[in-house]
């Protein structure tokens, strides 16, 4: 069992480094309370914006936040055991 613990922490180790990275390589979106009084146009823009880096990045970042809250679940529960 010690074993496992030590492969999830450094799987850990490694998506907390690349959630780091990833979350500094986004850019601000400076829509502010303007796009909110305007509304978003539905243009090629916006519907094609996953296809973007920017879709790309903000696709990992939510992966690789959802692996990083499953495996601290998991570890806090292997280290109460």
């Given at each position: 069992m010690e074993i496992v613990k030590y492969i999830l922490m450094g799987i850990y180790v490694i998506?907390?480094?690349a959630l780091i990275v990833i979350a500094m390589m986004q850019s601000k979106d400076d829509s502010?309370?303007?796009?909110?009084?305007?509304?978003?146009?539905?243009n090629f823009y916006e519907k094609n914006k996953g296809r973007t880096k920017e879709g790309r990045l903000k696709r990992w970042t939510i992966i690789l936040g959802s692996v990083f809250a499953i495996l601290t679940i998991v570890l806090s529960i292997m280290y109460v055991i």
């Open positions: 998506v907390c480094f502010g309370a303007s796009a909110t009084i305007t509304g978003s146009s539905s």
